[in-house]
Structures are given as C-alpha cells and as structure tokens.
C-alpha cells in the first residue's frame, strides 16, 4: 500500500515562491502517474499537475509557467515548484498516487497579498 506525505507549505507574500516536495512509500512509485491537487475553502479539489512514469507533464491553465512539477524516482519523491505566487493559489495541496488511488494528509499553502 502506498504512503505519501507531503512537506514545503507555508506562509508566503504574493510573488514569492515555495517548493513541496512528496515522499511515496513502495515501489510502484516509478510506474505511477503522480499528481498534485489543491482545494480552497468552499471550492472542490481541483487538479495543479502531473507526471507520468514517463516525464510527460500536465498542468492546470491557472498554473501554466508558474509551477512546475518533477520527480525523482532514486528517491520516490515528486515535487512542486511555485513561483510567482499569487493570493488565489491558497489552498491546501494534496499529493496523489492515480493507480495507487492514494493521497497525501494535505499541506496547507497561504499566499498572502
């Protein structure tokens, strides 16, 4: 069964950036499409961006040129670099394994204006 746990929240100004990182327990991480999704108060979970087991990459239209998500596969971690923060992308940000049909606990990001 896969674990996954988020890291890299936080409290940031407006233009700033941050970097989450994802941990994945199992081995199944290399073969797996990883992805990141985040949920607002009172707005449904919605999807940031993926990676599939091949590299290739998937991004919301909101996030575009903004986030950028890799992975490491020596280390079973995906990431999620942001810049260019911006007050709407408060949220908070879940890690998701797709076949593994898991989540991460969910890590809080507040961009402040």
């Known amino acids: 069964q896969v674990q996954l746990v988020e890291s890299g929240g936080g409290l940031v100004q407006a233009g700033g950036s941050l970097r989450l990182s994802c941990a994945a327990s199992?081995?199944?991480?290399?073969?797996?499409?990883m992805g990141w999704y985040r949920q607002a108060p009172g707005k449904q979970r919605e999807l940031v961006a993926s990676?599939?087991?091949?590299?290739?990459?998937n991004y919301a239209d909101s996030v575009k040129g903004r986030f950028t998500i890799s992975k490491d596969n020596a280390k079973n971690t995906v990431y999620l670099q942001m810049t260019g923060l911006k007050p709407e992308d408060t949220a908070v940000y879940y890690c998701?394994?797709?076949?593994?049909?898991?989540w991460g606990q969910g890590i809080q990001v507040t961009v402040s204006s």
């Open positions: 199992g081995s199944i991480f290399r073969l797996d499409v």
């Open positions: 998701n394994a797709l076949l593994s049909r898991a």
């Open positions: 990676i599939t087991k091949g590299g290739n990459t």
